[in-house]
C-alpha cells in the first residue's frame, strides 16, 4: 500500500503544480509585459487585472511545498539544498513582486511608481525565468552520492537545457497573461493587448520548437517513456494540438478559447515533464542506483495515508476559494479610488 499511496501523492503534487502554473502563470505574464503598457492609466488596469487574483494563485504554491514536504522528505531536502541559490532567488522575486503591487500607488509620483514598475516587471521576469530553469535543471539530473547530498555548480546551470526551457517558460507565460488580459480588459488597450499575446506566441513556439529538439538529443531519458508506453503520445499531440489552437482563437476573437488552449498548454508541459521524471524525484548522475525514486524517498504508510485524508478535506475548500474569488472578480477592470 505504501508505493500505491506514493504514486497517488505523486500524481497529487502534478496537479498542484499544474494548478499553481497555470493561475500564477498568467500572473508572473502580466508582470512581464507590464513596461510596454503606454500609460499610467494601462499600468494601473494590468496590476489590477490581478490585483485580487495573485495571493489566492500562491497558495497553490505553498500547498505543493507543503506536500513535497511531508510526503517526500528526502527529495524536498535534497532539491532545496542542490537549488539553495535559485530558490532563494525565486523567494526574493515572489516577495518584492508583492510589494511592488502594494507599494506602487501608495504616491502618486512619476519617480516612485516608476520604480515598482520596474520592480515588478523584473521580479515577475526572474520568477517565471528560475521556475523553468529549475525544471530543466531536474530533468537533466545532479550529482548525488549515496547519502543523497547533492552538488550543483554555477555551470550546471549553464548548460542549453536550463537556459532554454526559463526562457521558454517565460515567454510561455507572457503569452499565457496576454491573454488573460484580453478577457480583463476593453478598448484601444485590449487591442494593443491583443498584438502583445501574437508576439509573445511566435516566441513560445520558436522556444518551443529548440527546447523539444535539444531535449531529445541532449536527454533522451526524457523521452524513453514514451517506448515503454506508446499511449503517452497522445499527450503530446494534444499539446500540439493545443498549442495550434491558440493563434486560430485569438484571430476568431475567442480569448476564452485562447485561455483555455493556453492553460491546456501548459498543463500539457508539466504532465510531459512528471512522465519524464517518473518514478525518480531527483535523478542521480553520478550513479543512477542513487537516484530518489517516488518509493525509497517517500514517508512512511501511516504519514502518507493520513496526509491524503487531510487532502481529501482540505482540497474542496481551496477549490471553492479559489472559484468564488474568480466569480466575484469576473469581468472587465474597472478602476476607481481603491484600485492599486
Known sequence: MQETYAIIWFGLL???????TILD???FGVGILHPLAKSDRDRRVLMNSIGPLWDGNEVWLVTFGGALFAAFPDAYATVFSAFYVPFMLLLVALIFRAVSLEFRSKMKFGRWRGIWDWGFFGSSLLAAFLLGAAG???MLGIRLDNAMRAEVGLMDWLHPIPLLVGAMTVALFA????IFLLLKTDG????TVRGWAKTAFACFAALYVVVTIIVVVMAPRATAIFDMHPAFWIVPALNLLAVANIPRALHNGSPHYAFFSSSCTIAALAFLFATAMFPNLVVSTTNPAWSITLFNGCSSEKTLKLMLII???GMPFVLAYTATVYWVFRGRVQLDEASY
Open 311 to 313: 487532502a481529501c478535506i
Open 14 to 20: 502534478g496537479v498542484l503544480l499544474i494548478g499553481y
Open 175 to 178: 503569452m499565457h497573461g496576454a
Open 136 to 138: 530543466g535543471r531536474t
Open 188 to 191: 484601444e488597450l485590449r487591442e
Open 25 to 27: 502563470g498568467f500572473d
